[in-house]
């Protein structure tokens, strides 16, 4: 008989068994370990065991899905207007959808009790605050579409498409940083300087980024201004399971008056040359379909699109007259 429960402090081992087991496809890390999700789960200051729901078969945990929250505008505190099922995590059984659809209406109710508005499901550019470097890669992109079977499971509980995120990935092995008069002009105006392990700007980016080596590309006008940055992290363990050395780049910050200036482009060319040279082979991001700016920014840059995920989000229902 299937039953659920919130997470008790005995069930690491028994979650990465069962992440194990199921059918998450190739951009989730495997074999899965109980260190692992200490370090990109478990130990994240935000982390409520009452989010984490698991499903048990007798004494047997056959599915797991985690409920949370993304930062409020000031990346000081939760936010928890916004909700989202990040994951549904079950193990091949005669009740697999009966398994997931309880995981997921478990952690609906949870998020509404905390007082979430909105319902989503996946991990997203504002939502990524677990299981980076674990699934997705670079960030956590919605559910991925080498995990159907997960995407299923949000349509089949009435959830709809909010957005596309595309997964883009660049080799640098052959890669040079753009030539031409406006990138020339912008490099006798600036000064780009590198800082490693940089300090976090705020309490949400310095919770999500514990554990994981992060680079800071500056860069700043000839009188010191910072015009922007580019922030990149050592991309593993999920880089193990590409076999090369690879970045992901997180964000590209620049100051609002001087966007649409080419100073994107020209920051992050330099940034991959500079980790190109370090050995760094691949370098990673995700871009959502909403997002054309950034779209157009890394398909001049020669980053091509090697899957795509999908935000979901549950239809609002209009309120009884």
């Not at 409520?48 to 000081?76: Q, Y």
Request: hydrophobic fraction near 45%; glycine fraction near 10%; include cysteine.
């Amino acid at each position: 008989m299937i039953a659920f429960r919130c997470f008790r402090n005995d069930d690491p081992p028994r979650l990465a068994d069962t992440w194990r087991c199921a059918d998450l496809g190739p951009a989730a890390v495997q074999p899965m370990t109980s260190a692992l999700l200490e370090a990109c789960v478990f130990s994240k200051p935000y982390f409520d065991r009452e989010g984490l729901l698991v499903a048990v078969d007798g004494t047997r945990v056959v599915g797991f899905a985690h409920a949370g929250f993304g930062p409020n505008a000031a990346r000081s505190a939760l936010d928890t207007s916004v909700g989202t099922t990040m994951l549904v995590v079950v193990v091949p059984h005669e009740e697999h959808e009966r398994i997931a659809a309880g995981l997921v209406s478990r952690c609906e109710d949870y998020l509404r009790s905390r007082g979430a508005r909105t319902l989503l499901g996946g991990g997203g550019p504002a939502l990524g605050g677990f299981y980076r470097g674990l699934y997705g890669g670079s960030d956590v992109p919605g559910i991925l579409d080498t995990a159907p079977a997960m995407q299923a499971v949000f349509e089949r509980a009435g959830y709809e498409v909010a957005d596309r995120i595309a997964v883009l990935r660049r080799a640098l092995g052959r890669f040079r940083p753009p030539v031409n008069r406006l990138q020339v002009a912008i490099q006798r105006a600036t000064r780009l300087s590198v800082v490693d392990e940089p300090p976090r700007r705020s309490w949400w980016e310095a919770a999500v980024t514990s554990g994981i080596a992060l680079r800071r590309y500056v860069l700043a006008n000839l009188a010191g201004e910072t015009l922007g940055t580019a922030t990149f992290w050592d991309m593993q363990p999920l880089a193990s399971c590409l076999g090369v050395t690879a970045a992901g780049l997180l964000d590209v910050d620049i100051e609002g008056p001087r966007r649409r200036q080419g100073l994107a482009s020209y920051l992050v060319a330099r940034a991959m040359h500079d980790l190109a040279q370090e050995g760094v082979a691949v370098v990673e991001t995700h871009v959502a379909a909403s997002n054309a700016a950034a779209s157009s920014l890394f398909e001049k840059l020669g980053y091509e699109a090697v899957t795509h995920g999908t935000m979901f989000a549950r239809p609002v229902r209009a309120e009884p007259a």
